[in-house]
């Protein structure tokens, strides 16, 4: 199984400005997905990145607002932009290994 | 694409009590995955059916399949406070979609 490590843990933000959260895989992978997760809510998928290509969006997340970049096979990150308090919320990366995923540990954002 | 509901949203148990979560569906799945997560933790894969009617054990775990693929179950027995945590149900397609997962709290 893969091993994630993501950073940051946690960050408080101010209003307006942008975090980038980091991700690290310990083998190649090709898809890395990016989800969401409010206090106490279920997991929300924001977007699938796919290396050497766009990322894939779902509805109601945008490029402009959560930049996704994916250099190589093992590496992702994600930008939340230009933030609100709407934004506080968990946010996970995590792939695909054979059968489940694995998931990073979490950044828990908090936007005041 | 498929969508999956799941049931009951809050459960608290005494410790030592059974507890079961649902997860249902319109459509036909072509399978359905359950994960946990702790209090504060991240989502871990638990397992994977895919077959109709398929059982499967981990220790005082049970999975089924229903017959129609449609619904699916994870029994716990004798529930222990390491219990604790949400359970979600998930279908697996070319992503994953979680169900809105039950969360177990177990009374000593």
């Known amino acids: 199984s893969a091993v994630i490590s993501q950073k940051p843990s946690r960050d408080i933000c101010q209003r307006g400005t942008s975090l980038t959260i980091q991700c690290q895989v310990d083998s190649q992978v090709t898809m890395m997905f990016w989800y969401r997760q409010q206090p106490g809510q279920s997991l929300t998928l924001i977007a699938t990145a796919n290396q050497g290509s766009e990322a894939t969006y779902e509805s109601g997340f945008v490029i402009d607002k959560f930049p996704i970049s994916r250099p190589n096979l093992t590496f992702s990150t994600l930008t939340v932009s230009n933030m609100s308090p709407e934004d506080s919320s968990i946010y996970l990366c995590?792939?695909?290994?054979?059968?489940?995923?694995?998931f990073g540990s979490g950044t828990r954002l908090t936007v005041v | 694409g498929q969508q999956v509901m799941q049931i009951p949203q809050y459960q608290h148990v005494q410790e030592g009590e059974d507890f079961t979560t649902y997860c249902n569906s319109s459509?036909?799945?072509?399978?359905i995955q359950w994960y946990k997560q702790r209090p504060g933790g991240h989502p871990v894969f638990l397992i994977q059916?895919?077959?109709?009617?398929e059982v499967k054990k981990q220790k005082r775990l049970t999975f089924q399949f229903g017959e129609a693929k449609k619904n699916s179950s994870l029994h716990i027995t004798a529930t222990q406070t390491t219990d604790v945590g949400t359970y979600f149900c998930a279908v697996r397609d070319d992503k994953i979609i979680f169900g809105k997962g039950t969360r177990l709290h177990i009374l000593p």
């Open positions: 059916l895919v077959k109709s009617g």
């Open positions: 459509t036909t799945l072509s399978n």
């Open positions: 995590s792939v695909d290994i054979l059968y489940g995923y694995t």
